[in-house]
């Protein structure tokens, strides 16, 4: 309830709107963070889950785990990733589901908040690996406005699913417009 009220009180106080689609949250799904350009990506996403009743883990490089903010981040759902090892993370993420943990699980493939010219596909290979459903998360400056798209299932041909996932970000900008990285995975290009 605490988490609602202030995520009702930001929502209020806030330049920023909320507008979301329609979400279960009974089953477990990935939510892609797009576009994500600023570190205010994170506390839209956080007053959007929780605005939404929706118990929400994220993954983080390990080192923000380390030390005195290591607590405040596993609390706020995070999950440490050592990039020396990422292949962990799906065994990790498909581990808690079969456990019966339910849970939206957010991954920013941009994976920066920097301008590049792919996507990183860990998003693409979890959700298909764990057979979770995809939601698309966005921020968009231009109507100031972040929320939760269309949920989609992903057919495992990749280009036609990415189609779908630029259309829909097509006219999403970020906080930080500049920053954006088109929706574009490298195993689009080596498949043509």
């Known amino acids: 309830m605490i988490r609602r009220a202030l995520a009702r ?3 209020a106080t806030s330049r920023w709107s909320l507008r979301s689609e329609p979400y279960d949250t009974r089953r477990p799904t990935l939510l ?5 350009t600023s570190n205010w990506d994170f506390v839209l996403m956080l007053a959007i889950a929780w605005s ?3 118990h929400v883990r994220w993954l ?8 005195p903010a290591g ?7 995070g999950i440490p990733v050592d990039r020396r090892d990422p292949g962990r ?4 993420v498909v581990a808690r589901i079969q456990a019966g943990e339910v849970f939206s699980l957010v991954v920013t493939p941009e994976g920066t908040r920097g301008a590049g010219s792919y996507w990183k596909s860990g998003f693409y290979r979890i959700a298909r690996e764990a057979h979770l459903p995809v939601t698309l998360g966005y ?3 231009t109507t100031m406005a972040a929320g939760l798209g269309p949920t989609i299932e992903l057919t495992g041909d990749v280009r036609a699913d990415m189609d779908v996932v630029r259309a829909f970000y097509a006219d999403k900008s970020g906080v930080r417009p500049e920053l954006r990285t088109e929706p574009r995975l490298r ?5 043509a």
């Open 9 to 11: 009180a930001y929502w």
């Open 187 to 191: 195993e689009e290009d080596a498949a």
């Open 89 to 92: 993370v799906v065994a990790d």
């Open 32 to 36: 892609v963070g797009a576009p994500h």
């Open 52 to 54: 939404t009743g929706i």
């Open 60 to 67: 983080g490089k390990h080192t923000l785990f380390a030390g």
């Open 71 to 77: 607590p405040l981040m596993r609390a706020l759902g």
């Open 139 to 141: 921020v968009d400056r």
